[in-house]
C-alpha cells in the first residue's frame, strides 16, 4: 500500500530524514516509533505529499506521491501533529468545508461527514464552534476530517499529544477500531502507545531505520538470554537440589530477602522457555515449599528501543515554526 525507497531529506547541512526505504502493507494499525527529533514527522509530510523530499520515491498503492499526487493523495487521511482546525467554524461547518476541498460529491458529503461522526462521537459537537472545544474533541475533528474522501489510509502524526488519561484511552480505542476498515499509520515515541494500539513497529532514529517487524518478532529478536524469576519460601540448598535435576538451566543467581523467602534468577536456554516454569512450579508444590512469585524476566519494547536508538540532542531536532509545521532553512 505504501512504499518508500531511499528516502533522503535535508535542510541545509542538517539530513532529517537519510536514505529511508519501507513497506506498509493493507490493514492494521503500524507503529512509527523513534525519539524526538527522529524524522517521523517529516517522513510523514513527505508521504502525504505535504512535503518535497531532497530525494528517493514514495508511491501510494502504486502512483507516485510527486508524479501522481491527485491520485496518491486520495488514498491517504492525514491528520498531523496540530489538527488543521478553523477556529471559528462549528466542526458541521469545518467538516462540509473539508468534504468539498477533498472533491466529494455534494450527494456522497453528507453521508460521509455522518460516518466520520459517529465514528468520532462528535455528534454533541456538531453545531459548536472548534475554538471552544477541548484538546480531545479537537483531536476528534481532525481525525474525522481525514476520514472524509474515505481513504485507505489514514496517517495520524502523534495522535494522543498533551491529552489527559481518559482522552487518551478515547483516541486509542478509536485508532483500533479504525485499524478494522483502514491501514492506520502512527507516528509515536511513546512506547506504550505503540503497545497499546500497533500490530508492528517501524524505530527509526536520526532519520535512519533501525528496525521494523511485529511488536513480537522485534521483542523476540533482541531478547538475548532469557530468565525465570523465583521467590520461594526455602533456603538456597534445597532450591539448588530441585533445580540441579531440570534440563536447561544455564546459571543462577540467589538473593535473600527475609521471611525465609529466596529469590533466584534462573538463566535459561531458550528451547525449555516453555517448559521449565510449570516443572519448576510442581517441584516446590510436592516439597511444600510455597512459591511466592514465578514469573519470565523477558526483554520489553522499552528495551528494544533504547538498544536501538540513541538520545536525540538538539543538534538533530527538526526544524519548524510554533504551530510545528515545518519550514525549510533558506
Known amino acids: 500500500m505504501i512504499e518508500v525507497k531511499n528516502l533522503t531529506k535535508r535542510y541545509g547541512n542538517h539530513t532529517a530524514v537519510s536514505d529511508l526505504s519501507f513497506k506498509i502493507g493493507t490493514g492494521n494499525v503500524y507503529g512509527f516509533l523513534g525519539p524526538n527529533g527522529a524524522g517521523k514527522t517529516t517522513t510523514m509530510n513527505i508521504i502525504t505529499g505535504c512535503l518535497a523530499a531532497t530525494s528517493g520515491e514514495v508511491s501510494i498503492d502504486g502512483y507516485d506521491i510527486f508524479d501522481e499526487p491527485e491520485k496518491a493523495k486520495r488514498l491517504i487521511g492525514y491528520l498531523p501533529e496540530q489538527p488543521p482546525l478553523y477556529p471559528d467554524m462549528t466542526t458541521e461547518e469545518y467538516l462540509k468545508f473539508v468534504a468539498e476541498a477533498k472533491g466529494v460529491k455534494k450527494n456522497d458529503a453528507k453521508r460521509q461527514i455522518r460516518y466520520a461522526t459517529e465514528i468520532t462521537k462528535l455528534q454533541d459537537m456538531f453545531k459548536r464552534q472548534t475554538k471552544y472545544l477541548s484538546k480531545g474533541y479537537r483531536q476528534r475533528v481532525g481525525i474525522a476530517q481525514a476520514l472524509l474522501g474515505e481513504p485507505q489510509i489514514v496517517i495520524l502524526d502523534e495522535p494522543t499529544v498533551g491529552l489527559d488519561p481518559r482522552q487518551i484511552i478515547d483516541i486509542r480505542e478509536l485508532i483500533k477500531q479504525l485499524g478494522k476498515s483502514h491501514t492506520v499509520v502512527i507516528s509515536s515515541h511513546i512506547l506504550s502507545e505503540v503497545r497499546a494500539v500497533c500490530s508492528a513497529a517501524m ?38 537440589r530441585e533445580l540441579a535435576v531440570m534440563d536447561g538451566i544455564l546459571g543462577l543467581t540467589f538473593t535473600q530477602l527475609g521471611g525465609g523467602v529466596t529469590e533466584v534468577v534462573i538463566d535459561i536456554d531458550e528451547a525449555f522457555r516453555e517448559k521449565l516454569p510449570e516443572k519448576i512450579f510442581y517441584a516446590f508444590a510436592r516439597l511444600n515449599k510455597p512459591i511466592i512469585h514465578l514469573s519470565e524476566n523477558q526483554v520489553s519494547l522499552e528495551d528494544v528501543f533504547l538498544e536501538l536508538t540513541s538520545q536525540a540532542d538538539i543538534s538533530t531536532e527538526e526544524p519548524h515554526d510554533d504551530a510545528g509545521t515545518e519550514v525549510s532553512n533558506k
Not at 536520526?206 to 521494523?212: E, F, I, R, S, Y
Open 203 to 240: 524505530i527509526i532514529s536520526k532519520g535512519k531505520m533501525v528496525a521494523n517487524d511485529t511488536l513480537e518478532n522485534l521483542e523476540r529478536m533482541y531478547a538475548g538470554e532469557v530468565s525465570i524469576i523465583l521467590r520461594v519460601k526455602a533456603g538456597e540448598i534445597d532450591i539448588r
